[in-house]
């Protein structure tokens, strides 16, 4: 079964962190006075004297804290309806090739495991066979009938606290979309949503996805009247459609690594971190680091350009971020800021998946020398990605921080145990169900 696949992983990184973790203790002098000092520098540096707050994410269950969309309230049954349908590869049912019926899922290029990523160069949906890593194109299968990513896949993990979704930010029409004009962003943002909800929605045609299959199973038609009670009980696919998006993105509001030791730390235990976990947590709060990672998620809406090289498999040539969408120069090769928790779970990183170990991604903005040289021509760098200055030892502490002291050990309480089809998840090829023990 897929759970029993991932709680081995769960396991044998719980050993590999465990072995990592020194042991701590209460009265070291040191790791006193390193916690009021990283204590002090939050306060000082959190706006509008929020303190520990600003950074704080709050508990899953605790929906009012959670920030969402005023048309698409969350509701526990539509939570709920929303996990099963992430993980639903009953929902695969347009496939170009019909043998791919019914294999993927959001969980195909999103899973719990990776920080809800893909943990590959590129993510691959509909025509992608095996699991995890293992993933890897059909080999039988024509290009176009797979569901391949030119663009390295983000993390839905603490998303809800982004207004607009995608690199380039297209997806939304509140927050900075609300506020700038997008070309040709219509069709995607007709329904005058948040970034999340409007992401889910659109991944529905996207992706191939439908819901007439669904609509077959008694527990599904329960599900939907439960978290759409103005529903009716059989609905059109086009409404169903949306109402999948709908709860899918409510669910995905409620992915948020508050297990982190960081996370821990913030709320109280002083003992949740190391000494070099909150020694490298100093370097990231008194560098530039936090200007852009910033808040709950760390991390900010809002779109910077840093010099990452762009995907070597993007069919466009030449990525423009957020230029594509404005279609203003001052807006080419600028990036939305992705957040950070989680990062350790999956590799590659960047837009283009140019770099491949988060202490290459530390070393990266150390040293601040674009990868992409008509980022730098541009006259668009960000003028905060200068070199840190960082010696050897801060370099190794903040590559610590960010890769132990903001990883949620826990995420697998997010999947469910089973999905009403029944059918293998996240994958329901042959190669990921055998993988998966799931025949």
């Not at 769960?10 to 203790?25: A, K, N, R, T």
């Not at 991390?299 to 498999?313: I, L, M, S, T």
């Not at 120069?329 to 590659?348: G, M, T």
Request: with cysteine; hydrophobic share 35%.
């Amino acid at each position: 079964m897929f759970v029993k696949f991932i709680l081995s992983l769960v396991i044998i990184f719980g050993v590999i962190f465990s072995v990592e973790q020194p042991v701590l203790s209460a009265n070291d002098p040191e790791h006193t006075y390193l916690d009021m000092q990283l204590r002090q520098l939050i306060n000082s540096i959190a706006p509008n004297n929020s303190g520990y707050q600003y950074f704080i994410l709050p508990d899953s269950e605790n929906l009012s804290a959670i920030p969402f969309d005023p048309q698409n309230e969350l509701t526990k049954e539509k939570i709920y309806l929303g996990q099963m349908l992430f993980h639903e590869t009953a929902l695969s049912i347009n496939p170009i090739n019909s043998k791919h019926w019914q294999e993927a899922s959001c969980a195909s290029c999103h899973f719990a495991e990776a920080g809800f990523r893909s943990n590959l160069p590129q993510a691959l949906g509909t025509g992608g066979i095996g699991a995890g890593k293992l993933r890897h194109p059909d080999p039988d299968a024509f290009p176009a009938e797979i569901d391949k990513q030119n663009i390295l896949a983000p993390s839905v993990l603490n998303s809800a606290y982004q207004k607009a979704m995608l690199w380039n930010g297209r997806a939304g029409s509140t927050g900075v979309n609300g506020k700038e004009k997008l070309i040709q962003s219509f069709d995607i943002n007709r329904f005058k949503l948040d970034g999340l909800e409007t992401q889910a929605i659109s991944a529905m045609n996207v992706h191939k996805l439908g819901t007439a299959a669904i609509a077959l199973i008694p527990e599904y038609q329960k599900l939907f009247a439960s978290a759409f009670p103005d529903r009716p009980y059989v609905g059109s696919e086009v409404e169903d459609l949306k109402r999948a998006g709908l709860a899918i993105a409510a669910y995905e509001r409620t992915l948020l690594s508050n297990e982190a030791p960081f996370q821990k730390w913030l709320k109280g235990n002083k003992m949740a971190m190391s000494k070099n976990q909150i020694r490298g947590a100093i370097t990231f709060f008194s560098s530039s680091c936090v200007h852009c990672h910033t808040g709950s998620n760390l991390a900010r809406d809002e779109f910077y350009a840093v010099g990452f090289d762009d995907h070597p498999k993007d069919w466009t040539g030449l990525n423009l971020g957020r230029g594509t969408a404005t279609q203003r120069a001052k807006d080419d090769f600028k990036f939305k800021v992705p957040p950070l928790y989680n990062l350790i779970d999956s590799s590659p990183y960047g837009h283009g998946a140019s770099l491949t170990t988060v202490r290459q991604i530390v070393e990266y903005f150390n040293n601040a020398k674009p990868q992409k040289m008509e980022a730098k021509y541009s006259g668009n760098l960000s003028i905060f990605f200068k070199p840190l200055n960082l010696t050897n030892k801060q370099v190794d502490d903040l590559t610590y921080f960010v890769e132990t002291g903001l990883r949620d050990p826990n995420l697998i309480r997010y999947v469910p145990s089973k999905i009403p089809s029944s059918l293998c998840f996240p994958n329901n090829d042959d190669l990921s169900r055998k993988q998966l023990n799931c025949d």
